[in-house]
Structure formats: structure tokens, C-alpha cells
């Protein structure tokens, strides 16, 4: 790292250690790592790009903590992509710089010309500018605490009218969601902060009850064996969630179905529904409002229609991109004839009846559509995709016997697959379940606890908010006679009774546990362990899991 001088100013560095909380440069499972688009969600690769403080903020270098240089409040600090780094100017000083960041330890962070619904885009933690190795471009990455993040994300991911157990609900899976991604794109950051990874828009669209709802659920996550689940939600899955294998390819294979996750398999909102998997079911559950807990949403069912030649002129473009996805066979090319369409046929669906493997029959050849995403992308009207592949197609015919028209008939919007965001506002607002119900709803057999943690040579401390005061420590690992647990300031010695051929141990500490936010420190052992603490009301096993009410009105 080198620092050019400027002709008028001496760029001075003050080489202090900041006092700001050194996870903000850290690898520590308490910060995020977010990659930053644009105003519209699309480019994130940067070439130049103008940063400031609400108040004083420091240009440190990353490694050392140390500060480079202090800024003033409100003042532009520019950065633009350069052979030799990135190139810095703050007024009418100037330098080169690599591995940095910019914090404001009193403040907030803003991009200039960055909005956010409406209101300029502000962050709590730090920038950092991550450029690309062959010098394309750079990231701009915020580094931010967990809860700071997920009180960014919260309030735009799931409207706060929804009421407080959903939000709490949309807490724990965008928790889990951040903490294990389904993908990782790009090796700087953890996710994105769009849709593509889940929406974060940062501090300046912060609500107070949303950010209840992430205090209130503090340091809780999902499990499912003792592991952190994938927990993957969407606006509305139509009243019957589907299971994950048929959605979702494998994300390293591509290999489509994928394998099947246990805890992501097809929920009815009413047992009664059972399976939807024949082309009569789905029509006759999707063509009709019936009664679940997906019944407010706009988009719980929907329809769009096309006349023939609209539906091949789409076609033309849309199995020309989606065919680069590898589910379009044969490969649609832009010098191929399309013919004109005979039909359309849903060849699979889903436990839900989500379609997953479709044909289009023309004149010219038959194309096999694969993988939900996919084929709502093909089958768009208006230049939008399908709201979901819960859909059925129906075709009208003119008296000879060929295709005018074709409607799709469908319901929900996303993916379909993990929770569903309009099922948990009206599990909450109209059931008044709280927030371990509406979980586990969507995601069978999981648990609610604290994050996993591996306790071997040092203390390691975890706070948790517990909702109704009852937990269990779980104890992972070898045999060993006790374990050394310090819960709200007190040090306790707990008995372990463990057989050789249990793969854990469940010690009750409801004693220990107060109503709200907890405090446990774990101690090393003789023997390596992992441990955690399990919320006992969130898996109680004697409750129904599928608590559907006369109140679920169809409208």
C-alpha cells in the first residue's frame, strides 16, 4: 500500500489505533459482510463511487486498524477504480490506496446519489472497497453487526403490519438465511443486499417494531440436527408450500431435482388438501380461492393471458436466455425457427402442485422447460416473469383446431418454497400464534436456540432472548461427567447422564433462564465439545404443528 502525495497538501497519516469495535475488520460470526448495489438494485461492480460521514469518520488501513486519514463530517471522500489501487480524493487532497476501509464511529456511512425507499441510503459499520483482482471494478461492502443488519433487512423484507410474531418469525429466518446462504456468489461478501440474497435497505429505513422483533429475538436461530437449517421464505406459496428438491437445483451439481432437505418439504396450510401432483388437482385447488393462510395476499391467485403470436414472440427471446440456465432442452437459439405453438403440457408438478418440468409443443419441435425459476422466466407477460409456477395452462382453439389464445391460471408469488410471508402476518395477526409456531409450521422437525459453538480451550459467551423463560442445554461431543456453564452472572456445574451411543444430551436449565435477554458463558471441559441452548416451548413436540382455525376465511 502506497500513498501519493498531493502537489498542494501533504496527505498525513495518523498511525493510532481507532476506537471503534475491532469486529468491524474481523472475521467474526457477529458481522455481515454485504455487498452494496445501486439505486436500482443491478450493478454492483463499481468504477468510481463518493462515500461520507453524518459525522467525523477515518479512511483506516484494514489490517493494521490504523487511521489513514480523518475526514470532517458531510464530507465527500471519492473513490475510483485505478491501475495502481484506487484512487482517493477528499478535497483537494489525493491518494492511492489499497485494503481500506471508511468507519464513522459517531455516525452513520452514506453513498452519495444511493437512495433507499426514497431516503438516502445510510449504513451503520463500516465501508470497504473491495477491488477485483484484474482491476474490472471494485465492491463497496458494508461490514455491519448482525442485529444492525437485520434490522435493515426486517422492515423491508415483510411489511411491519404484518404485527410483531411475524416479524420476529422473518427475524429468525432472515438470521439464518444470512448465516448460511444458499450460495455465495462472490467471495468478498456474504450476500447481497437485493432480492437476489434478501433485501437489506440499512439504517434510515429502520422501524421501531421491527427492531423489536430483532432485539426480542436475539441470538435465536433455527436448527435441525443440531445444525443451522436453510431457512428460505417467500412472499406467498399460495396455501401449500413445496418442498425444497423440487424447486431448488443443486447448487454445485446443477443437477435438478436437487437432493431433498427434510425440513423444507411441502406444507398444506389444511392437511385436507393433500397432494396437488395431478393436473386435476392443482386446477382445481389453484383455480379457486380456498380457504389458507395465504388468502390477503394480492397475488394469491392470479392470471395472465396471451394471444398466440404474443406468447411466441416472448417465447423467442425468453428460451434464448434461459437456455444459457442449462433447463431448456433442446437449446433454443436466436437463428432457430420457434414454429408456432400446439400446445403446452405440464409434465411434473410438485408435492404442492408447483410445476417443474413443462413442454411446448410448436410446429417446429417440442422444448422441455425444467426448475420452477426458469420457468417462470420463459412465461412472461408484459415483460414480467409468472408470479410463481403453481400454474396451469388452458388453450382456446378456433374452429379449425388451432391455438388463439392460452391463459395460465396460478397462485403465490416466489418461490413457494420455507415460509410463507403473508401465511406468517395472517398466522399472527389473525391466529395470534407467536413466532416458534409460525416457524414451525413452515420448517418441520426444526428447534430454536442459540448458534452451535464449539468449546474447547477458551470460554466462549452467547446472549440469547428466551420468549417464555424454559431451556435445555444441549451438550454435543464425548462422555464426560459435568460441564461448567456461567447463565446471568451465576456459575453452575451441571451433571451429565450420557449413554456411549447418544449423540447429545439435553440438560433442563428453565431454573436458570429468565424471561427475555439471557446471558450464558460456556467452559472448556476435559474433552472438546459443542453446546447450545435449545428454546423447549419452540419445540415442544406434544403441540400440533399445523394449527389451522375456523377463522381462515376465504374472501
Known amino acids: ?46 468504477k468510481e463511487i463518493v462515500v461520507y460521514g453524518t459525522a467525523d469518520c477515518d479512511i483506516c488501513d484494514k489490517l493494521s486498524k490504523k487511521v489513514l486519514l480523518h475526514v470532517p463530517a458531510d464530507t465527500d471522500i471519492k473513490i475510483t477504480e485505478s491501475l495502481a489501487g484506487m484512487t482517493v480524493v477528499v478535497g483537494n487532497q489525493i491518494g492511492t490506496l489499497r485494503d481500506f476501509v471508511v468507519v464513522c464511529p459517531a455516525g452513520l456511512l452514506g453513498v452519495r446519489n444511493l437512495t433507499r425507499k426514497g431516503k438516502p441510503a445510510l449504513y451503520h459499520g463500516a465501508f470497504e472497497l473491495a477491488q477485483k483482482e484484474d482491476h474490472s471494478g471494485f465492491y463497496l461492502v458494508n461490514i455491519v453487526e448482525l442485529q444492525e443488519y437485520l434490522k435493515g433487512v426486517v422492515p423491508n423484507e415483510m411489511p411491519v403490519r404484518f404485527g410483531l410474531e411475524a416479524l420476529k418469525a422473518q427475524t429468525v429466518a432472515a438470521r439464518n438465511y444470512v448465516l448460511t446462504p444458499r450460495t455465495q456468489s462472490y467471495k468478498e461478501f456474504n450476500v447481497v443486499d437485493s432480492v437476489s440474497s434478501q433485501v437489506y435497505f440499512g439504517a434510515n429505513t429502520e422501524d421501531n417494531l421491527a427492531t423489536r422483533a430483532v432485539m426480542e429475538t436475539d441470538g435465536i436461530v433455527a436448527l435441525y ?114 414454429g408456432t405453438i400446439k400446445d403446452i403440457k405440464v409434465m411434473k408438478r410438485g408435492v404442492s402442485g408447483k410445476a417443474i418440468e413443462l413442454d411446448i409443443m410448436t410446429s417446429k419441435s417440442c422444448y422441455r422447460i425444467s426448475k420452477e425459476l426458469v ?43 420455507g415460509m410463507s410471508q403473508y401465511g406468517a402476518g395472517y398466522m399472527a395477526t389473525k391466529l395470534k400464534q407467536p413466532y416458534y409456531n409460525i416457524l414451525r409450521h413452515y420448517y418441520k422437525g426444526i428447534s430454536l436456540g442459540t448458534m452451535p459453538v464449539n468449546v474447547w480451550e477458551n470460554d466462549v459467551k452467547q446472549t440469547f432472548w428466551a420468549p417464555v423463560g424454559r431451556a435445555q442445554l444441549v451438550i454435543i461431543g464425548q462422555i464426560v461427567p459435568k460441564v461448567t456453564v456461567t447463565i446471568n452472572g451465576k456459575k453452575h456445574e451441571l451433571p451429565i447422564n450420557k449413554n456411549f451411543f447418544q449423540r447429545d444430551v439435553r440438560v433442563d436449565i428453565s431454573r436458570f433462564i429468565e424471561d427475555g435477554e439471557n446471558t450464558i458463558i460456556y467452559s472448556p471441559s476435559v474433552c472438546p465439545l459443542k453446546m447450545y441452548v435449545e428454546l423447549v416451548e419452540a419445540y415442544d413436540k406434544d403441540k400440533p404443528t399445523n394449527i389451522f382455525l375456523k377463522e381462515v376465511k376465504a374472501e
Open 375 to 417: 420457468i417462470r422466466r420463459v412465461f412472461q407477460k408484459d415483460g414480467i416473469s409468472l408470479p410463481s409456477a403453481n400454474v396451469i395452462f388452458e388453450k382456446k382453439l378456433d374452429n379449425d383446431g388451432n391455438v388463439t389464445d392460452i391463459t395460465a391460471y396460478g397462485g403465490g408469488f416466489g418461490h413457494g418454497v
Open 225 to 338: 440436527n443440531n445444525e443451522l437449517i436453510l431457512s428460505l421464505y417467500s412472499s406467498t406459496a399460495g396455501g401449500y408450500t413445496e418442498s425444497y428438491a423440487h424447486a431448488f437445483s443443486d447448487p454445485l451439481t446443477k443437477v435438478f431435482p436437487s437432493i431433498n432437505k427434510p425440513y423444507l418439504v411441502a406444507v398444506p396450510d389444511k392437511d385436507e388438501f393433500g397432494v396437488l401432483d395431478t393436473e386435476e388437482k392443482a386446477k382445481n385447488f389453484y383455480s379457486q380461492k380456498v380457504p389458507s393462510y395465504d388468502v390477503e395476499s394480492p397475488y394469491y391467485r392470479w392470471q395472465k393471458t396471451w394471444t398466440v403470436g404474443e406468447l411466441e414472440n416472448v417465447l423467442k427471446k425468453t428460451l434464448v436466455d434461459q437456455s444459457k440456465t442449462g433447463f431448456v432442452s433442446p437449446i433454443f437459439r436466436n437463428t432457430d425457427d420457434l
Open 1 to 46: 500500500m502506497g500513498i501519493k502525495i498531493g502537489k498542494l497538501l501533504t496527505l498525513i497519516c495518523i498511525f493510532i489505533f481507532l476506537a471503534i469495535p475491532t469486529q468491524v475488520f474481523a472475521e467474526n460470526p457477529d458481522c455481515v459482510r454485504v455487498g452494496l448495489t445501486d439505486t436500482k438494485f443491478q450493478n454492483i461492480l463499481k
